[in-house]
């Protein structure tokens, strides 16, 4: 990274005061520290304090001089319509993310409309997922956005992570949104109405079946939905989640080095960001059993099995959940195109997951879905390009110049508006 020119100093202290100097060597252009400058201005005067407001502005500018996030700073980051609380220790939310989430969102609320005018007696509740939910920011936005859009629909969602602190942040963001009435409140348990709604945050680790397959083989929701799942039991089905989502750990060691910034190396969780060695040692020998291609041609393989890299040992995971319970649909962030690549290719080199989200026969015939979105989908919704990956042709979706930001599987027979 190139120094920061001296004049440039001078003009921002000249323009904006002494702060610029705090600010100018991570923000690096003038008009970019004016931005942060009037943020964190704006935060404290709306923070009152017995501090005076100079030398508070003076504290936050030299944290985020030495290169504390601007969310760390502020102590939130605005997420589609929320605000969400952000600590040291829990990953900050990213706007790829939020961009994919509102796009899933609209997928679904355009489905259940659709499907409540083919037949208004079908109101099923929705059920949402989300693995390794980090400050809960994926659940809560999909929460927030379905209950205003569709009124009359039940819903059911949760957030699912190893760490407390994550999880204690992401219940903080449920009462601070639910404070600024920024979406409806969950249903009260003790009051019996026929729409329900739930909104659930809980501490388990997705590698352990003992602690996570309660949680998958049970969505938590009202009475009327758990009638619905006793007798979907009775009829040997599994209760269903309309939506699986993760954004887990997706780099590797010397891309964590590398690849990301000071800023993110040096404050943000790497928990959060780069799988643990042990997952890796664990579920290496389970991945090469299950994912591997019965066409050799169908990727470029190593010795005949799926080239696999040690950063993708938690997709290996939700592709191992999906396999056993089948959500209707799956969207997993992954780092980039290359990753995506591999992603697709271990559903489609596992004759399971195959069959369940590709389909088999003619393109007519199979039904299912197996995409690649990109960086930006908000505006670009209806791009789409074709990629040859092995010998199947997968659809990516989103602005032509994005990098590859997510796979997105839905089910066979299931059908999106």
Request: one cysteine or more; glycine letters at 6%.
């Amino acid at each position: 990274m190139s120094r920061v020119k001296p004049q440039l100093f001078w003009q921002g202290r000249k323009k904006l005061g002494l702060n610029a100097a705090k600010l100018l060597p991570v923000c690096r252009t003038l008009e970019s520290t004016a931005n942060e400058l009037r943020w964190i201005k704006q935060h404290v005067a709306e923070t009152p304090s017995i501090i005076p407001f100079g030398a508070r502005v003076w504290k936050l500018c030299d944290k985020r001089g030495k290169g504390l996030p601007l969310a760390y700073v502020l102590g939130n980051q605005p997420f589609g319509d929320l605000e969400i609380k952000c600590q040291p220790g829990v990953l900050i939310p990213r706007t790829e993310t939020e961009s994919y989430t509102i796009h899933l969102s609209n997928i679904l609320r355009r489905s259940a409309v659709s499907s409540s005018k083919s037949d208004p007696a079908d109101q099923q509740p929705l059920n949402i997922i989300d693995l390794c939910t980090g400050t809960g920011c994926i659940p809560l936005l999909l929460y927030s956005q379905l209950s205003r859009s569709l009124p009359f629909q039940s819903l059911n969602v949760v957030g699912v992570d190893i760490s407390q602190k994550a999880i204690n942040l992401s219940r903080q963001n449920l009462h601070h949104n639910l404070g600024a009435h920024r979406f409806p409140a969950p249903s009260d348990k003790s009051k019996s109405h026929p729409l329900q709604r739930s909104l659930h945050f809980l501490k388990a680790d997705i590698f352990s079946s003992s602690a996570v397959d309660p949680i998958l083989s049970t969505p938590v929701c009202s009475e009327q939905c758990a009638a619905q799942e006793a007798e979907e039991q009775q009829q040997q089905q599994q209760p269903t989640w309309d939506l699986l989502t993760s954004n887990p750990p997706y780099i590797s060691p010397s891309g964590f080095l590398v690849s990301t910034s000071r800023s993110v190396r040096n404050w943000e969780p790497k928990l959060a960001l780069v799988p643990p060695v042990e997952r890796v040692d664990l579920h290496q020998k389970h991945f090469y059993h299950h994912y591997y291609p019965d066409d050799e041609n169908l990727l470029p393989t190593q010795k005949g099995n799926v080239e696999y890299e040690e950063e993708d040992v938690f997709f290996a995971r939700l592709l191992e959940i999906a396999r056993t319970y089948r959500p209707k649909r799956v969207l997993m962030e992954v780092g980039d195109m290359e990753q995506a690549k591999r992603v697709v290719g271990m559903v489609l080199g596992d004759g399971k997951l195959r069959k369940l989200y590709f389909g088999e026969g003619t393109e007519e015939e199979k039904g299912g879905t197996v995409q690649i979105w990109r960086d930006d989908l908000v505006g670009f919704e209806g791009y789409e390009e074709i990629m040859d990956i092995g010998k199947e042709k997968i659809v990516v979706k989103g602005h032509p110049e994005g990098h590859g930001r997510s796979v997105y599987l839905r089910r066979v027979g299931v059908v999106d508006a």
